[in-house]
């Protein structure tokens, strides 16, 4: 594959990260390890809309999209998530090989964006907010999941691991940028635009969810002028 990668190290770090530990659920394990993502995502709603996921790894949501009627495209920079998406979609949806800092698309070509576990591995997020919201049509809805810094995930893996609790957040220790969002930090992201974020997920007790959660979802709209 043409080398997309804009030049941050996050970038190249998150590339060598999945490509040596590829994430690969079934539609099964994950909607019952994640069980208020599907209403979370929205993937009923988009039926006939251009729906585009930025970082989609290996397709389980953008499939989703797809199944239930949406024009569905998915980027993602990791080749190995790249050809498992591909294998997963059998053509159900557009997966292509990008940065979603440099999306290839037109502006205003989009619906609905959404992304899921990514923004939090980038080093310059704006970039990628910028892009989300260029692609976007007017009006055009945005919805994008962050790890919470303040939710139990980090206590329990500070308890287990020590100082180096860091590397035991994703599914591999190859070390990956991570940036854990408050809700100050992730509005100043996306500002002038007002956000509505809810929190989701606490694997023990889904209830506790809305309080602790370890992802922060934050919907929103690109102005209509
Ligand atoms: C934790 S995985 C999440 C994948 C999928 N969204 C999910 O929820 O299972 C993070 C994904 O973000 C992708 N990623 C990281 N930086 C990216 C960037 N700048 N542009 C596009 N994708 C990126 C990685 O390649 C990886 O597939």
């Not at 995502?41 to 199944?67: I, M, N, P, T």
């Not at 440099?102 to 892009?131: N, T, W």
């Not at 989300?132 to 287990?160: A, C, D």
Request: with cysteine; glycine share 8%; charged share 20%.
């Amino acid at each position: 594959m043409m080398n997309v990668l804009s030049s941050t190290s996050a970038t190249q770090l998150a590339v060598a990260h999945w490509n040596e530990s590829p994430l690969y659920l079934s539609e099964q394990e994950r909607y019952s390890r994640y069980p208020w993502l599907y209403e979370a995502a929205e993937f009923r709603y988009h039926q006939g809309r251009r729906v585009l996921e930025v970082g989609c790894g290996s397709g389980c949501d953008v499939l989703q999209f797809a199944k239930h009627g949406a024009k569905a495209y998915g980027i993602d920079v990791t080749p190995a998530h790249v050809v498992l998406a591909r294998q997963r979609l059998m053509g159900l949806a557009h997966i292509i090989y990008a940065d979603g800092t440099r999306i290839p698309f037109a502006s205003e070509s989009f619906d609905y964006v959404f992304s899921c576990g990514v923004l939090h591995h980038l080093d310059k997020p704006r970039e990628m907010v910028q892009e989300i919201l260029r692609v976007l049509r007017p009006g055009g809805r945005f919805n994008v999941l962050v790890y919470n810094r303040w939710s139990h995930v980090p206590l329990i893996l500070m308890l287990k691991h020590g100082l180096k609790w860091r590397l035991w957040i994703e599914n591999s220790t190859a070390p990956v940028h991570i940036e854990l969002y408050t809700l100050r930090k992730l509005r100043a992201i996306f500002a002038p635009i007002r956000l509505t974020i809810k929190k989701y997920e606490c694997y023990h007790n889904q209830k506790l969810g809305q309080f602790i959660g370890w992802f922060l979802g934050a919907k929103g709209s690109k102005p209509v002028s």
